[in-house]
């Protein structure tokens, strides 16, 4: 499990500490959905056949 991305640490430190830092300046946030990111890349594709 990477500890690296925030959702995942919260879970792993939920489950073994038994609490949640709330602030960690080393963990990444990215919290995009695959859907959103996929629409963005189709959207992206016909603006620059274009030019």
Known sequence: M???LLVNDYV???VVDRQ???FDGHLQRNFVH???AAEAF???LPARAVR
């Open 34 to 36: 695959v859907r959103d």
């Open 20 to 22: 949640i830092v709330v």
């Open 2 to 4: 990477r500890l690296d």
């Open 42 to 44: 189709l959207h992206a």
């Open 12 to 14: 792993y430190r939920a």
